[in-house]
């Protein structure tokens, strides 16, 4: 049996037990045997393994979820990015777009955008990536999509109502059997979860809550797209249906928010519907930051993820997510970082990930930086110094 051992740690970020609400420990150390986390402690005290890293100082910690992320894609959307920056506002139509593009791809071209996105995710310190369909919205294109998705990761949603396509415009409802039926059936094999956009401009809250019932139904977990562009009955039909996660919430009432909240669980533990904020879009489309202090005072799980697409948020990078939940967000670092670890793994409902503790799985980041401070304090900075996923260095 393999092991492998990371030590000279000089801050360790575990999401356990330790220090404050990072579980911080100092000059630490973790032992990996089989891809798992089997012993955590004191460098001094650390135990022979048959492999070795020094992290020299550094500090290290869980490598970061991305629990929303779109990357089985085609084509490229720079012009509408620069048209949003000469003052052009964000209605999502542009979705319509990719979709073509998407449409005409080959299944290799779309296997090469995936690999290299999560490549670049990867390098940035992302163990974890959750990867949604949403741009072919056909049976055909939707399957082909998850089923090249899932050779990526294992967290794939089937994201069949992003939009209503063009072709069915004027048959909105139409659509909606479609997707609940023979797109539904094709798309699950591959799917762990559905999502819907339920937003204006794509699908009302009596269009999402069919689709998502049937999701439920063919045995796949709730994720929601929701209050982005407006207020709007997302937020509270993702807590109807016991979404693992509700994504976006820019625009939140009172009323949302104290829906979020009465999800908590019993423990103490945080809600069992989170809120996964998506920086990256808000920054890329010149929109209002969500108020990440409100939900975190109300005691609501908060996730950052990357919403990485090519048309409102074409970033792969967590880190910068991070940054931005600081600055723009309201967020403490040590808040932005637990949710772009353990946050996100709450948002997939794993515990097995997004934390270092024995059992857990053995992803680690080791940050050219003493301190998970830093992933703010230098934003744009590349600190990424080594990736181990798995329990094998990459």
């Known amino acids: ?162 939009v209503v396509p063009a072709e069915y415009a004027d048959r909105p409802d139409d659509y909606v059997g479609l997707v609940c039926g023979p797109m539904l059936a094709a798309a699950a094999p591959y799917a762990k979860w559905i999502d819907v956009f339920c937003e204006r401009g794509a699908f009302d809250v009596d269009h999402a809550r069919a689709i998502l019932a049937c999701g439920q139904a063919a045995g796949l977990g709730v994720r929601l797209h929701a209050n982005q562009l407006g207020p709007g009955p997302g937020v509270q039909l993702g807590v109807e249906l016991d979404a693992a996660s509700v994504d976006h919430c820019t625009h939140l009432s009172d009323a949302d928010v104290a829906a979020l909240a009465d999800t908590a669980h019993s423990d103490g533990s945080g809600t069992r519907t989170v809120a996964t904020l998506l920086p990256g879009a808000e920054f890329s489309t010149r929109s209002s930051y969500p108020d990440a202090r409100r939900l975190l005072d109300a005691g609501v799980t908060v996730a950052l993820a990357t919403d990485c697409n090519p048309g409102s948020s074409y970033t792969s990078s967590m880190p910068f997510c991070v940054a931005l939940a600081v600055r723009e967000m309201r967020m403490t670092p040590a808040e932005a970082v637990w949710a772009a670890t353990a946050g996100g793994a709450r948002a997939l409902r794993r515990d097995d990930i997004g934390v270092l503790t024995p059992g857990a799985r053995a992803d680690l980041v080791v940050l050219d930086a003493p301190s998970h401070l830093h992933l703010a304090y230098r934003p744009g900075v590349p600190l990424i110094r080594q990736v181990i996923r798995n329990g094998v260095p990459q």
């Open 1 to 162: 049996m393999s092991s492998l051992l990371v030590d000279n740690i000089g801050e360790l970020v575990t999401n356990g037990a330790g220090e404050g609400p990072l579980g911080i420990r100092r000059n630490a150390a973790v032992l990996v045997e089989e891809g798992r986390v089997v012993w955590v402690g004191p460098s001094a005290y650390a135990p022979a393994a048959d492999h070795h890293v020094d992290a020299g100082g550094a500090a290290v910690l869980p490598g970061f979820v991305d629990s929303h992320a779109h990357l089985v894609f085609a084509g490229d959307r720079a012009a509408e990015f620069a048209a949003r920056m000469a003052g052009q506002p964000y209605t999502g139509g542009g979705i319509r777009t990719t979709v073509g593009a998407t449409r005409a791809a080959t299944d290799d071209e779309l296997r090469v955008t995936v690999r290299r996105l999560r490549g670049e995710a990867l390098r940035q310190g992302t163990t974890t990536m959750e990867i949604k369909s949403g741009y072919g919205l056909t049976v055909a294109d939707e399957a082909r999509s998850l089923r090249i998705a899932a050779e990526t990761s294992t967290e794939t949603t089937f994201l069949g109502a992003h």
